[in-house]
Structure formats: C-alpha cells, structure tokens
C-alpha cells in the first residue's frame, strides 16, 4: 500500500496511481483529523469522493504518529493527549474518538486504536502496554459496531453512484472477513440485499514488543476479541531487522490464515518480498515516496543515489528492467539534472518510479505464489 498521508501520494496524481496499478492507499488518520479535519472530509462524501479515488483506502489508527510525532504526549487509561505539530493545540484520541474519526473519513479499512510501545522498553513496561491496547481494542470494536452504519458514503442513499463505484464491494475484494460473513447473514435475514448496507472493515492490532511471549498472547487474546483482518503493530522502531523477522514470524504462527495479515511500517523491497512468503498478505511503508523525494532510487541493480555526479551524462534509462513511464521516457542524466536543480518534476517522476518498482515487487511476489 503505497501511503498518501493527507490523502494524496505525494506529487503523483490519482489517475498515474491508477495506471501504475495501485489497488490500494493508505491515508493517516492524525494528519487527516488535524486538516483538513474530519468533518469536512465527511461532509465532501467521506476520502473516496474527496480525493477522488475510487478504489480501496485504509486508515490507520492515529496511535502511531502520536507516538512518533509527539514528544509531549500524555496517555491514560481513556486515551492519549497530545499536541498538534501544526499549530501545538492540545488534542485528545481515544478508542471511540479514534473509530469515530476513521468512520468519518470512511476509508474500506479502518484500524483499532492503539499504543505502539517504545523500542527499547523493560518487560513489565512492555507487558502493560500491551495490555492497554487489548483493552482500547475491545472498546474500539464495540464503538465501531455501534456505530459502523454511520460512514459518509451510507448517506448517498446507498445509489452505488458510477463513479465511485460501490463501496462494498471494495471491502469485500480486499477483505472478506467473518464480520462481514455475519453482518451478511444478519441482513439476508433481514431481506436486504447485502449491497444495500456497506459496512467498513475493522482491525485488530498485534502489539507485545520484542517479547515472543508477549506477542503470543497479544495475537490469541486480539483474535479472541475478534476483527475483520489483523495487523502486527510496534515494529520497525529503530530494533534490528532480524529482530523485526524473528518477532513477525512468531506472531504470524498465531494469526488466522483465513484472515488478512497486515505488517504495518515495511520495508525495502527484499523485505517485502521476505515478508510476503512468510505469510503477511499486506504491507505500507513511506520508504518508496520519501526516498523518492530525497533522490533515492529502488531499481533492478539496487538502490541508487540519483544525485551522483556519475550520472551527470548517463544517457540511459534508470532501471533497464523497468517498464515505468519514467524509465521508457527519461535518462538518469535527465533525471539526475532535475534533481540538482531541485525542480519539482523530479520528485514527481522518482516518486512514480519508485512506486512502480514496489508494484512490480509485489507483482513478482503474487505471480510465484
Ligand atoms: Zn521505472
């Protein structure tokens, strides 16, 4: 999932994302609630009409990046207090407050409230903070199920519009979950069609630190609770990678197969690739866009730094094995000029590129298994 942050990959239009193959984006919930705000999102019909993007859209919880981004926040047992890195007002999130905003913002999959534990932390630290995310998880379920038919898009009279096409029908080519199975069953009994109330799909999130133990019991009492998909939270904050392998493989053995499996915050594209055989089923990370940005190429051959003087008269194409527009089209030479000249076009077409080789990481992935 290539990650459009304030609801835009930056610098790539919605229509390139398209053609490039992107089936799914991941937008942050923080940014989006800071600005520009929640309910206008809603009121402009939810992310998909206001962005206009018609396929699959997941946001996270908002935990993370008031984690990352906020030296001064204060959490309790109800939620966490933190500040804008806007403006420095003073914010509150909680599980309820967390679902509310995701369903007002109306992405196909949302995500459970959490607390992404600090690398390094002791045991007991560890282990309490565990526990508090199992606890804001059963709050985030139940306030979602009380309020799961209040999305944006249930207010379009549910007309399946044209253009944005039908909304359960995007969470059901991504996640099809025993939720959504029983909320199916539900309205059958109730003689509706099942596209005439689209729900979206909840979470769960796997914390637990580097402890296998605690990960084990994070990942059997989150499935306990019960969501549509799991995700395996608290990793890639700054322990080693093999650490990061060892932990994902422990927690994924007790994950259901029959549900989707998300590692939030990977990786390069060997990681991605490890990760997928070893049963993760998706993935987002800022690693393509921000690289992209710094002149940071992904390609066949390895990464490469465009800014390098010896590719000042390089007239071949970035990456030979890509198919890219940008690699039909350009020469490093090019590319590497634009870049020294800090033209916004550069970050434009390494972005797309950097996309597009992440795309075809995948696609490689998909077609060998
Ligand atoms: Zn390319």
Redesign the pocket.
Known sequence: MPVGTVATVKGVPQDLLEELGVQILLGNTYHLYLRPGVETVRRMGGLHRFMSWERSILTDSGGFQVFSLNDLRKVSEEGVTFRSHLDGSSHFFSPESAMAAQIGLGADIIMAFDECTEFPADRERVRSSMELTLRWAARSKRYFEEHKSEVPWRTDANVGTAALGCPAERSSAVALSQDQTAATAELRSAGQPRAAVPTQALFGIVQGGMDRELRRESALRTVEIGFAGYAIGGLSVGEPREVTREIVASTLEHLPKDAPRYLMGVGTPEEIALYARMGVDMMDCVLPTRAARHGLLFTSEGKISIKQARFAEDDG???PA???????RYSRAYLRHLYASNELLAQVLNT??NV??YLDTMRAVRHSI
Request: charged share 20%; hydrophobic share 30%.
């Open positions: 194409s970035l990456d890509c198919g890219c527009r940008v690699c039909r797309i590129h597009s080789f």
